[in-house]
């Protein structure tokens, strides 16, 4: 049995590098040939990122697939040897919180590389050493704090009930809804300084597009993201009349009046055709295929490493697989998701009057050119990774002739969350 769950895990790194290999090598190909939507230069230079940035993940597989064949094989019974405390209970929290803590300490490398590394060469990184440490600390303690408390409520639910890992989902699929809640306020709390938007026109141009849509928000803010990035993006968190706009200070920066109320008519869409739920519902089913895969594992795996099935266990391989029933849900939720931004752009151009197809389109080359997006991708790579279709396809299904995109605007220096 535990050289099924090795070779599972093992089928599924390969899979994952060769998407990242196949990926590299589209790009290489295609970025030397004729730009399109960016200048040549930005087309090579977002050619060049987006290749940087699949080397490195595929340095990143290779040591995750080390660190699984590690814990495995010996590191969960060595975190069992030497962690035992007053009861059985902190026993099983402290088991589970070491395994988070040993794994994000090992993924620090990586996090530091991207941002002051490749982000940097790229122009993307605006963060000193300070304010990086500054966020890595508030988050590391964020999760220790409420890690051990999710990690509580599991084991509590595990030891007391016979369907655990049915009441296991239940609960944190509770848990979610309430981050995704609640999100807005904890990061406006730690990491970003959020202030009311202050053009009075613009906030209330805003709030005539909610109103046509019947969205009802606490107030439309402003990020300071550029403290840190360079990236433009948007995003509406909360659920009821607790909902927040937040713009990202960059985005009004780059983008024009008529190309934000776009980039803002395009998330008003997601709200009236309610992605917010359908989204939670594919993330709900995705919780409920691992609770129930894990809940009904044989004995037989247990016995192989040398352990006792106890709460702490449990939960330690659930985090292992976790990136794989991800991987293999991700082609669903791409498909899914893909079709909703379709649904999204359409309402958004309708939202902008008779130029917002243009006025979108022009918002959207311009998150292309930005972010850096190098706009081709290779069929397997959208397949297995992509959650927004292709800007091209974006583009072609909005009716916009690539000629009529103001060209002119796009010379800043190149994919947002829209």
Not at 84 to 98: C, D, G, H, K, Y
Not at 371 to 385: A, D, T, V
Request: hydrophobic share 50%; charged share 15%.
């Amino acid at each position: 049995m535990l050289t099924i769950v090795v070779g599972i895990y093992t089928l599924y790194v390969l899979i994952s590098i060769y998407t990242s290999v196949m990926q590299i090598g589209f790009i290489n190909n295609a970025k030397r040939k004729e730009a399109v939507l960016l200048s040549q230069a930005e087309f090579l230079k977002a050619g060049n990122y987006a290749v940087a940035k699949e080397k490195l993940s595929i340095i990143s597989s290779f040591v995750d697939y080390i660190v699984f064949i590690a814990w495995i094989g010996f590191g969960i019974s060595i975190l069992h040897d030497n962690l035992l405390l007053a009861n059985q209970e902190m026993t099983n929290i402290a088991l589970v919180m070491s395994f988070i803590v040993i794994n994000s300490i090992i993924s620090l490398p990586f996090g530091y590389y991207e941002k002051f590394v490749l982000d940097a060469k790229f122009d993307f990184n605006k963060s000193s050493m300070g304010q990086w440490l500054k966020d890595t600390s508030i988050s590391f303690i964020m999760t220790l704090v409420l890690g051990s408390l999710v990690v509580f409520g599991i084991y509590e639910i595990i030891v007391n009930f016979s369907l655990w890992w049915l009441w296991s989902f239940v609960f944190i699929f509770t848990v979610v809804i309430l981050i995704n809640m609640l999100y807005p306020t904890f990061r406006a709390m730690f990491f970003d300084k959020l202030t009311p938007l202050k053009d009075e026109n613009l906030d209330s141009e805003i709030k005539v597009l909610m109103d046509k849509t019947g969205f009802v928000s606490s107030g439309v803010y402003v990020s300071d993201a550029s403290k840190r990035d360079a990236r433009l993006n948007a995003y509406f968190g909360g659920f009821g009349k607790a909902k927040r706009v937040v713009l990202f200070d960059t985005l009004i920066e780059k983008l024009s009046t008529k190309e934000l109320l776009a980039v803002l008519g395009h998330e008003l869409g997601h709200f009236a055709h309610g992605d917010i739920y359908k989204n939670i519902f594919l993330v709900g089913a995705m919780l409920f295929a691992m609770f129930a895969v894990f809940g009904n594992l044989p004995e037989m795996l247990y016995l192989e490493m040398g352990l006792s099935q106890e709460p702490y266990l449990i939960m330690t391989l659930l985090m292992l697989f976790m990136p794989v029933l991800g991987f293999v849900m991700m082609p669903i939720m791409g498909v899914v998701s893909r079709h909703n931004e379709y649904e999204a752009d359409k309402m958004g151009s309708e939202l902008g009057g008779p130029a917002g197809g243009i006025e979108l389109a022009n918002a959207l080359t311009k998150l292309v050119t930005e972010n850096k997006s190098f706009p081709l991708s290779h069929p397997l790579y959208i397949f297995f990774h992509y959650t927004h279709p292709p800007v091209l396809e974006r583009l072609k299904e909005l009716g916009v002739d690539l000629h009529d995109i103001d060209k002119g605007s796009l010379e800043g220096t190149c994919e947002a969350v829209l």
